[in-house]
């Protein structure tokens, strides 16, 4: 079995900086992508930066030169540090990671249970 568990969401006020974990826990042979997602009221779930193995990294223009998605793989963590945040930014961020498990022999996608970010003043 395989459990992701995403953290550090919070109320910040607009300028703010907020970082998210994320840690992966379980009968895990191999990690491969990892990244970070979020779904803000009434929109559809979007992504927001993914990271390989081997460290490349994509990121939304919407979060370009304010967020920074890294990654510990001797930790099975993934962080996200968000700078300058902005109310839009507001959403339920969900960290997802493409894992082999121990009892297969196929990839699959699991998903943290979301952590909530909130803007305001």
């Known amino acids: 079995q395989v459990q992701l568990v995403d953290s550090g969401g919070g109320l910040v006020q607009p300028g703010g900086s907020l970082r998210l974990s994320c840690v992966a826990s379980g009968s895990i042979f191999s990690i491969y992508d990892m990244g970070w997602y979020r779904q803000a009221p009434g929109k559809q779930r979007e992504l927001v930066a993914t990271i390989t193995s081997d460290g490349r990294t994509n990121y939304a223009d919407s979060v370009k030169g304010r967020f920074t998605i890294s990654r510990e793989n001797a930790k099975n963590t993934v962080y996200l540090q968000m700078n300058s945040l902005k109310p839009e930014d507001r959403a339920v961020y969900y960290c997802?990671?493409?894992?082999?498990?121990?009892?297969?022999?196929?990839?699959?996608?699991?998903w943290g249970q979301g952590t909530q970010v909130s803007v305001s003043s």
């Open positions: 997802k990671a493409r894992i082999l498990s121990d009892y297969s022999t196929v990839e699959h996608d699991y």
